[in-house]
């Protein structure tokens, strides 16, 4: 009797396993189905963007913003005359997801340009096929290396190594010596200990120790009590929400008692509906949308922002994030390239390359050599205080 | 150094005591009715996502967390009376297709409901507590607490009372309890009922610092399975042992090896387990132990 029913679980644990890797996934994108391409037709757009999974707090907004922004322009009638179809499809926040979702897009819907994804790690997936389709793209995550060295990549969101140098030279200024830094284990803090050593250097600050954590972790307990026995005088925690946003809980519930900056990551309000009273404090840099209302106001990007946040809140009962930011300076860098050089891939391209705009995430001037566009000036510091952000003035 | 070890030991205990909740509702589930509930990491996080939404929505926390409880026990029961007690003949592989589509059928529900976002219940009444240098977050109590009472509830129940006894006698000797009258029907409407129960009650008690998702079920449910090998699939004790057991060398792993590697643990712990020891951590194994 002993015998037979060990042997019995023994397959039953196996076929679990194997079910619950391969089926724990479903797909929400809302896609629309495409004509067979016509030169007349409308024009296509389309998006890969982590709208479930761990970049939901991105995906979610940055999806709002675009649908919300195709019916604006199909309402107000296209791109001289021709509709604008958008396709958004979810790469469920992987790597393979994205990537499959691009050559769709490129294949099958035969878009004209794609936008995403909302994640570095996805969107370095894209590339390749972007690049190789000739296709152009617009990332709206983070990670230098999604644009370095591409002839058809772009991003809208800050480059990591403009944050962090806001970041630095602020330690700098407190006179801090000694950073410790808890960054998200995926693409979005790759490099990001390399880049600190280096900028950390020119500054007399030196990287004491680095902790990784999984986007999906909700534990950040032996990540915290290492910081906490470190030697070092302020700590950079480097990820997006919810798992940014718990990493600053469980910092203040283990009373690690340290300075922290976060990364423009958790520029939503995720970051509160996860942290708590324990975000309080926290300073980040950031782009401008979040502290509208405290910018003087000549402020150039103030006029954008305000109508931004005004059709945001109309459509969806709620503020935009920083993210829906990326995805409304994507479209409309998209969308004034096409109206300039219209659809055909290589115009579209260099016309990019020229693109400037002022935005949500800041005043982007691309050029042949800088496919992002925006400099330390796109960033400003804010400090958490009860759920919301104060600008540190200058 | 040693701080550091013990909060290490304390945040997995604290995890261990979700996995051993989840573990005891398996177990309950498998003992009577031979069915492998994937769908137990489901009941989890729709009771956390579920008392989030009601406390959002303004119910004081008690009320909504009590209200999500009872109706994740619900749900289970609904389960086992519109699914599992309509097949006639229940192969093990059978039951795990069947409460596969379960758990993806809530994962779809939770997404279509609440968003792809995570969502957290408030954290309960209390506050943290240093030691020595240990924090001790006053949630974790609440966690560690639910073990001792719901789980150890549970084990008194079978152990002490009629109706534990008569659930204990399903799984040993089926046919012999059909003949001296314990129905059959009312054992697996009972062990269902104290999956989702157990369920629903990790589900809160975890949400307010783990948050709550709606495809955050797989993984947690996974971890309760491996705890419940480990309690060779019919001791409750050795289960619970073996949750806290893998809670904490799960954070022990992060803290000293790699974060990286922390789920891992517990799938090497499992295929471990199932090549070595399949009887898991019981030590003189009947033929049931419950």
């Known amino acids: ?89 979810d790469n469920q926040s992987t790597e393979d997801g994205a990537a499959k979702a691009t050559s769709k897009l490129i294949e099958s819907d035969k878009v004209d340009i794609i936008i995403g994804a909302s994640r570095t790690g996805p969107s370095l997936a894209m590339r390749p096929i972007a690049e190789a389709a000739k296709i152009p793209m617009i990332s709206v995550a983070a990670n230098v290396a999604i644009v370095e060295g591409s002839e058809w990549v772009f991003k809208t969101a800050q480059n990591d190594v403009v944050v962090l140098e806001r970041i630095l030279d602020d330690a700098e200024a407190k006179g801090y010596t000694k950073v410790a830094l808890v960054r998200d284990a995926s693409g979005f803090g790759e490099g990001v200990a390399e880049y600190i050593t280096d900028l950390g250097a020119e500054r007399g600050i030196t990287l004491t120790m680095t902790e990784a954590f999984e986007p999906s972790a909700t534990d950040f307990t032996p990540q915290m009590t290492n910081v906490r026995g470190s030697d070092s005088d302020a700590v950079i925690i480097w990820g997006i929400n919810p798992s940014a946003g718990l990493a600053q809980k469980a910092y203040a519930q283990l009373s690690v008692n340290k300075p922290v900056y976060h990364s423009h990551g958790i520029s939503n309000q995720a970051f509160f509906d996860a942290a708590g009273d324990a ?26 922002i305000e109508k931004f946040q005004a059709d945001y809140s109309a459509a969806y009962g709620e503020q935009p994030s920083g993210f829906a930011g990326h995805a409304f300076d994507a479209w409309h860098i998209a969308v004034n390239a096409i109206e300039a050089a219209g659809t055909d891939a290589d115009a579209l391209r260099d ?24 400099d330390a000036s796109a960033l400003i510091l804010a400090e958490a205080e009860d759920g919301r952000w104060n600008l540190i003035k200058d | 150094m040693l701080t550091d070890f013990l909060q290490l030991t304390v945040a997995g205990l604290s995890q261990g005591s979700v996995y051993a909740l989840l573990a005891v509702g398996l177990i309950a589930v498998y003992t009577v009715r031979h069915v492998i509930n994937i769908a137990q990491g489901e009941f989890a996080m729709l009771a956390g996502l579920g008392s989030a939404w009601l406390a959002a929505a303004g119910m004081p926390l008690l009320l909504a967390i009590l209200v999500a409880i009872l109706s994740v026990t619900l749900v289970a029961i609904a389960m086992e009376r519109l699914i599992i007690a309509r097949v006639k003949k229940l192969t093990p592989l059978i039951s795990i297709i069947l409460t596969l589509g379960v758990s993806t059928l809530l994962q779809a529900i939770m997404l279509l409901a609440w968003g792809p976002e995570a969502k957290g219940v408030p954290l309960f009444p209390g506050t943290n507590l240093l030691i020595g240098g240990v924090s001790i977050r006053s949630q974790e109590f609440w966690m560690i607490g639910a073990l001792v009472v719901v789980g150890g509830g549970i084990v008194l129940f079978y152990e002490k009372s009629r109706w534990g006894k008569a659930l204990r006698a399903c799984a040993e000797q089926p046919v012999a309890a059909r003949i001296v009258g314990i129905s059959p029907v009312t054992a697996s409407v009972l062990a269902f009922a104290i999956a989702g129960f157990v369920g629903g009650v990790a589900g809160v008690v975890a949400s307010p610092i783990y948050l709550s998702l709606w495809s955050g079920g797989v993984l947690l449910g996974l971890k309760g399975f491996v705890a419940a090998v480990l309690g060779g699939f019919v001791s409750f004790r050795a289960a619970i042992v073996g949750a806290l057991l893998l809670g904490v060398i799960e954070a022990y792993v992060a803290g000293y090896v790699s974060s990286g590697l922390r789920d891992g643990a517990a799938f090497l712990i499992l295929i471990l387990v199932l090549v070595v020891r399949p009887q898991g951590l019981v030590l003189k194994p009947t033929a049931v132990r419950v």
Do not use: Y
């Open chain 1, 279 to 304: 975000a309080n404090g926290v300073v980040a840099p950031m782009g401008r949308l979040l502290v509208a209302d405290q910018l003087e106001a000549d402020n150039s990007q103030r006029e954008v």
């Open chain 1, 351 to 374: 016309e990019l390359e020229s693109a400037e705009w002022t935005g949500i995430s800041g005043v982007f001037q691309m050029t042949a050599k800088n496919h992002s566009g925006l």
């Open chain 1, 1 to 89: 009797m002993k015998k037979s029913r060990m042997r019995f679980i023994a397959p039953i644990a196996v076929i679990t396993a194997l079910a619950l890797t391969g089926c724990s996934t479903s797909n929400l994108g809302g896609t629309a189905e495409a004509d067979p391409a016509a030169e007349a037709g409308p024009i296509k757009i389309g998006a890969v963007l982590d709208v479930t999974g761990v970049g939901a707090s991105l995906g979610v907004p940055e999806q709002n913003t675009l649908t919300m922004l195709a019916k604006q322009l199909n309402d107000d009638g296209g791109i001289g005359g021709r509709d604008v179809e958008l396709t958004i499809i």
